[in-house]
């Protein structure tokens, strides 16, 4: 399994709240960013619905009556938090999705280094296992996604091994897919015991699994072909041009790419403007085309240029009204807790 070390190495306050630094090391890879208290507030509630389910792992409370730029109140919130993280990033059941990988910055393809051959043999290892859940009960949730996991990663591996000549190899994964998706089609259609999950959760999770066993097709299409046109030329399936054609069907699809009929290097096509035009004359019209061209392109690059500038002054625009609502959010917390503790005061008086 990936080590991962984070912390909350400091903190830095302003008038109304207070910024976390954290810091994630993995390997020689050192990734680090900022985060305020409402960020892992929003951070827990977006975990909770991506999996369906309540996190067992909890962040320090919210305070009333003590501000929250209080020092104490901020370390004892940085050793929580941080202890928070460390425990999402130790349970791959949370820590592996997008949401986390943006909420630390962290590149797509962090949380993914484990190697294909460590998925085919978890799968392998599993296989046991899920034949068996018909015997032991009815397949959770939790476990239906594992499950849709493990083929993910077989197809991956199946993709790889493909271009690397081991047709063999991808043929035992396309093999194990298959056996998975079949039962993860018979749960989806009899989802004993998922009476929690809504109309919506179900109906993304038959989308996921008919994506999934379209690309489960298209590589066995794409397999198949391979293997005919191995047999009928005598070739290496994925030779130079082989290769090509591969490539072409896995990414851009099975279908046929038309053929242009341009011919660089030969003649090019008189038109009614070159035909009355002499050599000297022609030089120059070719010269006066390239640099409209030239300025059309420069226009272009004008606009582009405006555009992001706009673009950025939007973000920073946002930016700022972020802070401003926090800010406000963070008021009326405060607000609340004071009227909160006047009324009480006031109650006791009045007895």
Known sequence: MDKFEVSIYSTSTTESYTVYHIRLLHGVNVYRTSKRYSDFVRLKSDLEGLRGQAMPYQLPRKHYITKSTDPGLIEERRVSLEEFLGLLMKDETWRDNDVMRSFLGLPNSAFRQASVENAVEKAENLKGVWKSDAADGPMSPNEWFEMLRDCKSLLQDCRSRMFSGSTVECRKSLSSTKSRLVKLQEVMNDPQGWGSLGAGELKRRQDLLVELQRDY????????????????????????????????????????????????????????????????????????????????????????????????????ELNVQKDILDALDQQVDDSTAKMKSARQKIGKILQ
Request: proline content about 3%; cysteine-free.
């Open 217 to 316: 097709d298209d590589l066995q299409t794409l397999l198949t072909e391979m293997a005919s046109d191995h047999s009928a030329v005598g070739k290496h399936p994925l030779s130079s041009s082989g290769r090509s054609e591969a490539y072409t069907q896995l990414f851009q699809g099975s279908s046929p790419v038309s053929k242009s009929n341009r011919v660089l290097g030969g003649k090019p096509q008189e038109t009614s403007v070159t035909r009355q035009l002499d050599n000297g004359s022609l030089l120059q019209f070719q010269k006066d085309e390239i640099q409209n061209q030239d300025q059309q392109l420069n226009s272009l690059r004008s606009i582009i240029q405006r555009q992001r500038q706009i673009g950025v002054a939007i973000n920073e």
